[in-house]
């Protein structure tokens, strides 16, 4: 079966992903039930396609996943969640979340949980609820760039850009992802990996299990990756590279558990609250 496919070209993503869409190059491991038809975009862009619907298995930000359970299911595996992981709020100055919420804070998306972490965190000090007008939505990797060179006052960064800003002369002004777990006391679900519903509960046990040799054997084997990681890869320097693989890849991508299915539970209807919709239980495969 050849299945459409939807990750981010982020090293997190490729890492995992790598034995499945070049199987040849870890021999070791079972060929995978399926082909693929892939698409590497931006978060966003992946949200967008999966609202509509489009492909067969998408990442999404853990926001979007929120409003596509009719269609889909959230697997156990591949996702990127866990501690101290989560965005981070920046500006060129040592300010307060108080001081710039009212002003615009550029974020990499609508549906993204950087946007959703920017939100709550904001109601949770009694800030009050942003207007699209004062958040302006750029691609993550043109967040950094914009706040140095004061197109906006302050904006939210993920991916790499946790391990550079400083050399852009900017100041964490609220790591959101450490405000949630200590909010919580949950870790932070960044992304998810989904598959379509009508695709059935067989079809969703064999992509978890596909997806866990795939992880295992990049585990036993990360060099075979990583031209492949290098070719999509945003920060070119190995060891950003081997950072942010090292931070968002861990346990929970390999088995979400009943914790990380309670973070995931717990942000999800966070998500549907501000939207004054009704909370969900059929998240996972049954």
């Not at 710039?100 to 800030?127: D, F, Q, V, Y």
Request: one cysteine or more; hydrophobic letters at 40%; a negative charge.
């Amino acid at each position: 079966m050849k299945l459409r496919l939807g990750i981010s070209p982020c090293p997190n993503d490729t890492f995992i992903f790598h034995g499945l869409l070049h199987p040849e190059a870890q021999p070791e491991m079972t060929p995978p039930p399926y082909t693929f038809d892939t698409t590497y975009a931006d978060v966003e862009e992946l949200n967008r396609m999966a609202l509509a619907s489009e492909p067969d298995v998408c990442k999404v930000s853990a926001h979007a996943a929120a409003f596509m359970l009719d269609e889909y299911v959230v697997l156990r595996c591949g996702g990127a969640l866990g501690y101290g992981c989560g965005p981070l709020l920046l500006a060129q100055q040592n300010v307060s979340i108080e001081d710039i919420w009212a002003g615009p804070i550029a974020i990499p998306g609508r549906m993204t949980t950087a946007a959703l972490l920017l939100e709550l965190c904001g109601r949770s000090k009694g800030l009050g609820p942003s207007t699209e007008a004062n958040r302006p939505v750029m691609l993550y990797s043109e967040i950094m760039g914009a706040v140095e060179r004061g197109e906006v006052p302050a904006g939210v960064i993920i991916h790499e850009g946790r391990f550079t800003f400083q050399e852009h002369g900017l100041t964490r002004v609220q790591d959101l992802g450490a405000w949630w777990e200590e909010a919580k006391g949950l870790p932070i679900p960044l992304g998810v990996i989904v598959m379509r519903r009508i695709l059935g509960r067989e079809a969703h046990v064999a992509m978890e299990q596909a997806l866990r040799k795939s992880l295992a054997a990049g585990l036993a084997h990360p060099e075979r990756a990583s031209e492949f990681i290098a070719g999509y890869a945003q920060e070119l320097d190995p060891r950003v590279i081997g950072q942010h693989v090292q931070t968002f890849v861990n346990n929970f991508s390999m088995e979400l558990g009943s914790e990380g299915e309670a973070c995931v539970r717990t942000f999800l209807n966070g998500a549907r609250d501000v939207q004054d919709r009704a909370p969900v239980t059929a998240i996972f495969p049954e």
